[in-house]
């Protein structure tokens, strides 16, 4: 029974001490650590305890606050920020930056709102400064829209502007100069029409790269130009039918108005000229018309004829009533004297 006793006593007392790892401690140096030349601690052959802790390494320093031979480092003193000083220079130049790009961008010259040291300065340089701007940003509209001009009048468009007010610029030059190539390319076109047409050249087919624009061109002149030759064919057609006094029932009716038109035109022609030609006989001059008359020359030589005859009739019945009317008159006459015998 005792010795039963005594084991579990050694048992308990083993039991209550806490393990080596974690609480012994033995004698330190100077630095707070001893040597384990057994490595009961499993940390080596040297390990620390400083004051009383549990056997550590200081690989980064004490992890124990006030531990160790190492300890954070004591941060420094931050020195104190100083507010930096206004100039009237930078002032000046501040103004003189925003007045510049607020005139080249066609802002408002209302758009500064600074107020603070040296306010005064700062509107003067950015008023100078915003009329700079806006005279160097007109001075390349101006420039923009030339480029665009040069540029329309070739067909070629080339708008190498970011900037918004430019690229307008660009654009307003090469409409205008573009209307000025196109214009140009349509009475081309128009002449070249005209010119198939009267030379008796057939109607173009034009390749697919030609704009469609001057292809409708060319057709509407050339159909036009086609019309107004046919009708004035037709019309001169007509002017000679009227000279001959005669009409045409099988006529185009595309150009029937154009030939009544030459018609009417040849028979009043022809009912004027065969009236001269009667009072150039009967005044007793030599008959002559236009060779353009000659179709008709026997019918104005026959007015002319006709004339002379009419001349010759009256001239013989006015000598005739002369004659008689100076018998009469002799014959009073004498009448008269017998009565005063």
Known sequence: MKKRLIIFTTIAILFSQPFAVDAHQGRTDSSGGHRDNKNKSGLGPYHYHCGGHPAHLHTNGCPYKGGGESSAPTPKPQTPRTKPQITKESIVKKGAEEGYNAGYYMKENDGYNYSGEYSQEYREAYNSAFNKGREKIETKKLEAKENGYNDGIINKYNNIYDQEVLTNSYKDGFDQGNEEYKNKKIKEYEELAINDCKNNIEIRDFSKDIDSIYVDVYNEAYTKEYDRIKNEEYEKKGYNDGILDKYNNEVDSLYLESYKKGHQRGIDERNLIMKECFDM?????????????????????????????????????????????????????????????
Not at 295 to 307: A, F, Q, S, V
Not at 310 to 335: D, F, H, P, Y
């Open 281 to 341: 006989g009967y005044e007793g001059k030599d008959l002559n018309f236009n060779k353009e008359y000659e179709p008709i020359k026997e019918i104005l030589e026959k007015e002319y004829n006709k004339g002379k005859k009419q001349q010759e009739k009256e001239s013989i019945m006015g000598a005739g009533v002369l004659g008689a009317g100076t018998i009469v008159g002799v014959g009073v006459i004498r009448n008269v004297k017998k009565r005063k015998k």
